[in-house]
């Protein structure tokens, strides 16, 4: 298991294999898809409009998920060989809130995605984000859905695509120190691309501190290098060691909060390490139940610091 995945745990291979991606990562060479994703598209809030909807009409949303399942999980996204268990597990969802047109749409994008844990049956959360409800985009029946990074064919395809070259990158972040650079690089291509485009939302740093863009901002910043650290602390040497060691795995899982308190040091409050605390913390609420006091007085004062939202759900550390 993780054939392809721990190839990222060799110091000298990470930079060959990172070399490797960035030249060939467009070269369309085939080997296995790498998602195994679930689509689904909801569109209960427009049959409670006043709209009619005929049965042709139900008929276009099922063409649209299963267009978007084509796209997704049959599509070559990188170059690397990947078997069927080492897929990477997500979800993705449209919500759909408004039509105004046989082609025109307006929803939210919801994205989930999950990791196994290392000799476990344990899958833990990723990446977990559901954007704000303007979401507007063309999705035509007659035609599939289309993508390259320098061309813009849709806001559909496009926003799909950058959300899945995000995925990939925190989870090859996860098994390796800045294993998903290239990725991240992708995403930023996709972004650019659309942004220039200048229709749609969400492309742009000047819309709000919640617009895609920053994602890939983000990850791409090198003032907030010790985000890539925090998802290899966190989850290669935290929980993929914790039938090993779980004291020295909860070491590693507060360095990796670390990271994050230096990113948050840099500036207060970005997206993803947001995002990160709010998948992590019923999960870090869990973990360190049964540690000492001291590293649950540990946990909670930087979670206190980096993501007050969520720290209540740490309230039985705060007496420590």
């Known amino acids: ?3 392809i995945l721990f190839v990222y745990l060799h110091g000298e291979m990470i930079k060959r294999v990172i070399a490797i991606l960035l030249v060939v990562i ?28 005929e049965s042709s009409d139900k008929k276009v949303f099922e063409n649209m998920k299963q267009a978007l399942e084509d796209f997704i999980n049959s599509r070559q996204w990188t170059t690397l060989e990947m ?21 025109d749409f307006k929803g939210q994008i919801s994205i989930q995605l999950r990791r196994p844990v290392y000799n476990s049956n344990y899958t833990t959360g990723l990446f977990n984000y559901i954007e ?3 979401f507007i985009f063309v999705y035509n029946d007659s ?17 799909v695509a950058y959300y899945l070259y995000i995925m990939l990158g925190v989870y090859f972040d996860s098994f390796g120190p800045n294993g998903g650079e290239p990725f991240f690089e992708q995403a930023r291509t996709i972004s650019q691309t659309a942004d220039q485009v200048g229709t749609y939302k969400g492309w742009n740093n000047h819309e709000s501190a919640k617009a895609r863009y920053w994602f890939m901002e983000n990850h791409t910043n090198s003032a907030y290098s010790s985000l890539h650290t925090a998802y290899y602390l966190y989850h290669r040497m935290g929980l993929d060691m914790m039938t090993k060691d779980q004291p020295k795995a909860r070491q590693s899982i507060i360095a990796a909060l670390q990271a994050l308190q230096q990113v948050h040091k840099t500036r207060p409050n970005i997206l993803s390490v947001q995002q990160f605390m709010d998948v992590k913390i019923t999960e870090l609420a869990s973990i360190f139940t049964p540690a000492p006091a001291d590293e649950q007085k540990q946990v ?19 007496t420590k």
């Open 300 to 318: 909670y004062d930087i979670v206190k610091e980096i993501s007050p939202n969520n720290v209540s759900k740490l309230k039985d550390f705060a």
């Open 83 to 103: 078997e069927q268990n080492e897929r990477l597990d997500c979800s993705l969802s449209i919500i759909l809130s408004e039509r105004t047109s046989a082609t």
């Open 1 to 3: 298991m993780y054939r």
């Open 132 to 134: 704000s409800n303007d």
């Open 143 to 159: 035609q599939p859905l289309d993508y390259d990074p320098n061309t813009f064919f849709g806001n559909l395809s496009s926003a």
């Open 26 to 53: 467009n070269l369309g060479v085939l080997h296995a898809q790498e998602f195994r994703c679930a689509v689904s598209v909801n569109y209960q809030k427009l049959m409670s409009t006043t709209q009619s909807y």
